[in-house]
């Protein structure tokens, strides 16, 4: 043993809301085949590489200053980025950008929500908004989604004018089940938020449906729309998360972001890496092909996929999720217990691998 390892948990001052949570644990195994986490399977082109190591070499010479805190260069190019996919005019002033989208919901929550105040979110979900709710003390207003895991927009608006939560968060597609929203359906939801909606659009570039940013215009002092580049970019070990906004929005966040958060490395890497969106993007109808493929497969092995707009799917009945994953992974294949009963999700990954579940889900216990 080492050093203070007689100290446990149960013995630190921990936060009395804090204790007997659970961290976010997406287990990190060592297997051949990993469909857990929804990544991008296709590593960065060479040239990608190539580009993110001049680009980290030049800007090293630098390392002895702060990166520039409002990170002015790399919001402009996303803006760049989001105005051509989506149509709508954006500019540096309207993106905001963080270590992962997992920081940018942080940052809304220490900035709209905080103690005293109530997120909702329409579960199943993305299980970090009610993790990052309870870091911030945001108290959580769980919603459910539909039996078939869409979601009623009438009823949600509903239940966010009864409840008046501060933040709503919406996602589109939703992970874990995989369905997107379209934004023409999301117009009662945000009339009746009496504060901030958050649309968590990190699998967007995988959706049919268009983005929620058409419709910041008319809704500048609601709504955010939150992205990554973890997922289609392939950038998930880049750390790069943004959002769309009005400025003053943008504003707010500067309130409590931590100066300097986004390394000097982080800003020339992600730059350099969207210069190769093009070549990086095209792996988006590739791996929507091969999810299209996964689903018939997995129907004609019996199974009832979720209908999916992502790169993952939802999948199941399973008698037992928990005896059928572990089963998979026996098998070399790591994919995702969500704790919906009866239910596993699976990555979309490359073909050989998208083969390599399907042969395990020949074999897995029912
Ligand atoms: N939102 C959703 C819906 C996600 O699934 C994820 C990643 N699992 C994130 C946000 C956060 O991703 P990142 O911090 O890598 O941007």
New binding site residues.
Partial sequence: TGPADEVTLADLPLREDLRGRSPYGAPQLDVPVRLN??ENPYPPPPELVDDVTAAVREVAAGLHRYPDRDAVALRQDLADYLSVSTGVLLSERNLWAA???????QQILQAFGGPGRTALGFEP??S?HPIIAAGTRTEWAPTPRREDFTLDTARAAQIVAERKPDVVFV?SP??PTGGSIPPAELDSLLRAAPGIVVV?E??AEFSSQPSAVELLSEYPAKLIV?R????AFAF?GG???YLAAAPAVVDALQLVRLPYHLSLLTQAAARAALRHADATLASVAKLAAERERVVEALLGLGFSPVPSDANFVLFGPFADAKASWRSYVDNGVLIRDVGIAGHLRVTIGTPEENDAFLAASKEVPR
């Avoid at 270590?99 to 919901?105: A, D, M, Q, R, W």
């Avoid at 990554?228 to 997922?231: A, G, N, Q, R």
């Fill in positions: 986490t929804n270590n992962g989208s997992n920081e940018i919901l979900s993305y970090m996602t939703n992970n968590d990190a699998y939150s990554t580049m973890s997922k998930a750390r790069l998360g």
